[in-house]
């Protein structure tokens, strides 16, 4: 069966540091892979999509940037993290557009 | 620790029926819930959320859902489906710790509507 796997669950960082989230899918090949986010009151926001190793589609244009170095990894970056950049991040994968997306456990970003 | 947990992961009804999707959720916290819908082909909709105000909750195109705190649910209804709302429909619950707000998908309903 297919699992996906987000790390950390949380991370404190200050204004200026550098930042990595990573993601990795098992039991499938090729998957379309997500970076989701929720700033506090609001709804989930697609940040970056990739259909396959060194393909990403940005949906908004942020301080954030996102690369996929293997098949079944998806990782976001920062080179300088912003206050605003404080939020629920959440990876998510699926078999293809308007597949049904099965997502990661998340992480809690605190940018102080 | 929090969960949620969609009782159905297929929904079949007619159109012009009502609509019912189940979900339960677990929290040592006030939760916050959401409804959203993935549309074929689109990204995630948020339809609705609640925030501790009213316990029935409006959303857009027609559904809502009520929050339940003894039963610990907040089933999404709608009383008359349309062919457009075929969709996968996700329950979040989102609770606050020490340690931030943490968001906890179900597994997802899928709603097939027929004419």
């Known amino acids: 069966s297919q699992t996906i796997h987000q790390w950390p669950a949380t991370l404190v960082q200050p204004v200026g540091s550098p930042l990595s989230l990573e993601c990795t899918v098992e039991g499938t090949s090729n998957p379309n892979l997500y970076w989701y986010r929720q700033a506090a009151g609001r709804g989930l926001q697609l940040l970056f999509y990739s259909v396959g190793i060194g393909q990403i589609s940005s949906e908004v244009p942020q301080n954030l940037s996102a690369s996929r170095p293997q098949d079944r990894q998806f990782i976001l970056s920062s080179k300088k993290l912003l206050l605003s950049d404080s939020g629920f991040y959440l990876c998510?994968?699926?078999?293809?557009?308007?597949?049904?997306?099965?997502f990661g456990s998340g992480t809690q970003l605190s940018v102080l | 620790a929090q969960s949620v947990t969609q009782l159905d992961s297929h929904v079949s009804v007619s159109e012009g029926t009502p609509v019912l999707l189940r979900c339960n959720y677990s929290s040592s916290y006030s939760p916050s819930l959401f409804w959203y819908v993935q549309h074929p082909n689109k990204g995630l909709q948020l339809l609705l959320k609640y925030t501790s105000a009213a316990t029935l909750v409006k959303g857009i195109n027609g559904f809502e859902a009520e929050f339940k705190k003894s039963e610990t649910s907040f089933h999404l209804t709608k009383p008359s489906a349309h062919m457009s709302d075929a969709a996968e429909y996700f329950c979040v619950v989102s609770a606050a710790n020490q340690a931030g707000t943490a968001l906890i998908f179900g597994k997802g309903t899928t709603l097939s509507v027929s004419s």
């Open positions: 998510a994968w699926n078999k293809g557009v308007g597949e049904k997306l099965f």
